[in-house]
């Protein structure tokens, strides 16, 4: 797949140093190229997409209708319906125990618009921030958007992709201005151990650092029930903590587009100043419907985790099977991250695969699956299976992995 970014000239218009120095977004990349592939009537198996494979509960979706019918179709306030923002506050307090006054939230048109107005607000040139890698895919360019300098931090799967705080120190320097944390994680499904962020949390206290923890996946967890916060861990943070969640995840609602932050006023007012110039408000609409979902009930989440539970079985014992691709069992989300490089060097009909770009086309083209190369999250050993899709295009989709890497000479 073309992972590059060069555009084709049709005009004489030049374009800004800015978004010549960032790429679009790899795995919306991705998941297009397989979408227009299978409209084009190729059995495509598509394990590209970052999304739930549900639809927005019903009560949600009323909500939306009804929102509609009422007419509530204008601008809102700038940072979200005070309700909505009540509600998020409520959220926090229930689910985690953490006061947040509805000042200290901003509702955002997604979790990565949030993260945009986040780093347009905190950082600039000369910060560094810190990113572990594998990382989500927007991190490093959300952060170049705001000309700061993203420093990835490697983890390894020895270590079950965990932070040490060895390497924590390694990266750090006099510049360093913030960290990104995100668990459970997107790509590796990983989450950060007590000894990790009691780690982070130490030197974020002795350096100042700004910590935002991107939790979106905290409702998607199997196995032990209790996840390490780096706010319980550290309560003391908290006034230099920023919480990134939204509903896309938990309730399904990707293409509503309603994310939040929750953190220090002063903060929030600054990112609030960035969305009243660019985006106004989020859609008023999905507001009513991101309402429904984070007062009403909260099982939604726990139907997901039930269905993608056997799913995940499924994709660990067919990764176990082949032998040569160990994974990382994820403790959350619905991706698997196996390490592909094992068939790094091997060629098909004169092609060598170098990396995981060229696996990854090697699968889509030969075997007709989409995934995600690692090299779009900073590990190129590797690439990403998104298992939010129904357990028959997982059957399928493991047997033809195993039959095109056995193809591999
Ligand atoms: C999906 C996702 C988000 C938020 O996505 P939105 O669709 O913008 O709400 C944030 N962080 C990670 C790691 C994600 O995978």
């Avoid at 953190?263 to 999905?286: D, E, F, L, R, Y």
Wanted: hydrophobic share 45%.
């Amino acid at each position: 797949m073309d992972m590059s970014h060069g555009s084709i000239m049709d005009s004489k218009i030049v374009l800004a140093d800015r978004v010549l120095r960032i790429k679009p977004s790899p795995t919306l990349a991705v998941n297009a190229k397989a979408k227009a592939l299978k409209a084009a009537g190729a059995d495509i198996l598509n394990f590209s997409v970052g999304e739930p494979d549900f639809d927005t509960p019903e009560h949600v979706r009323n909500a939306g209708k009804q929102a509609i019918d009422e007419g509530f179709t204008r601008y809102t306030a700038v940072p979200g319906i005070p309700e909505l923002r009540e509600g998020v506050a409520r959220r926090l307090q229930i689910d985690h125990g953490w006061d947040y006054s509805p000042e200290q939230i901003q509702v955002s048109c997604g979790g990565k618009h949030g993260l945009y107005n986040m780093a347009q607000a905190l950082f600039g040139p000369g910060d560094e921030v810190l990113i572990p890698a594998p990382y989500w895919v927007s991190y490093p360019d959300i952060i170049q958007l705001a000309a700061a300098t993203p420093v990835i931090l490697p983890l390894t799967e020895e270590k079950d992709f965990d932070l040490e705080a060895d390497v924590l120190a390694r990266y750090a320097t006099e510049r360093t201005k913030g960290i990104i944390l995100n668990s459970p994680s997107n790509p590796t499904g990983s989450v950060y151990s007590l000894e990790a962020l009691t780690a982070i949390a130490q030197m974020a206290k002795e350096k100042g650092w700004v910590i935002i923890t991107d939790d979106i996946y905290d409702t998607i967890t199997y196995g032990d029930a209790s996840l390490p916060h780096i706010l319980n861990v550290a309560p003391e943070l908290k006034d230099q903590t920023l919480i990134l969640n939204g509903v896309s995840k938990s309730f399904a609602m990707t293409g509503w587009r309603i994310g939040y932050t929750a953190g220090p006023k002063h903060v929030i007012a600054a990112m609030n100043k960035i969305q009243s110039q660019s985006t106004s408000n989020p859609s008023s609409v999905a507001q009513k419907a991101a309402l429904a979902a984070v007062t009403g009930p909260q099982d939604f989440p726990i139907t997901m985790k039930k269905a993608f539970l056997p799913r995940l079985d499924f994709i660990m014992a067919a990764l176990a099977e082949i032998g040569d691709v160990p994974c990382v069992r994820p403790r959350g989300a619905f991706y698997v991250f196996p390490n592909v490089s094992a068939y790094f060097g091997r060629s098909f009909k004169g092609k060598t695969i170098t990396g995981s770009v060229e696996l990854a086309d090697y699968l889509l083209d030969e075997a007709l699956l989409a995934t995600v190369p690692g090299a779009a999250f900073g590990a190129d050993r590797f690439i990403r299976f998104s298992f939010a899709t129904s357990m028959e295009v997982i059957e399928e989709g493991m047997k033809r992995f195993a039959e095109a890497l056995k193809r591999l000479e």
